[in-house]
Nanobody
């Protein structure tokens, strides 16, 4: 059974930084494509970033240059370093494998102006 446990969210002011973590179990992590997603209130879930087993990365246009995705195959953990945060980044952030497994509980990020 795949488990995805996100952490690291919080409340920051515009321009602040946060580092999200997601610990993954129940799947061969080192061979999995991993993604970070977010869902704002009243909005659909959208992809933020993804990383392949060979560390190739892809970012949504709205986070390029501000967010960095990374993985640690020893700790079965995927990270999202978020810098220069804006109020528009306020959302519940999730990680998942690609293809998807059941979603975790997410971690809330709130950015105030």
């Amino acid at each position: 059974q795949v488990q995805l446990v996100e952490s690291g969210g919080g409340s920051v002011q515009t321009g602040g930084s946060l580092r999200l973590s997601c610990v993954v179990s129940g799947v061969r992590f080192s061979g999995s494509v991993m993604g970070w997603y977010r869902q704002g209130t009243g909005k659909e879930r959208e992809m933020v970033a993804r990383i392949t087993p060979l560390d190739s990365t892809q970012y949504a246009d709205f986070v390029k240059g501000r967010f960095t995705i990374a993985r640690d195959n020893v700790r079965n953990t995927v990270y999202l370093q978020m810098n220069s945060l804006e109020p528009e980044d306020t959302a519940l952030y999730y990680c998942n494998t690609i293809p998807y497994n059941p979603w975790g509980q997410g971690t809330q990020v709130t950015v105030s102006s």
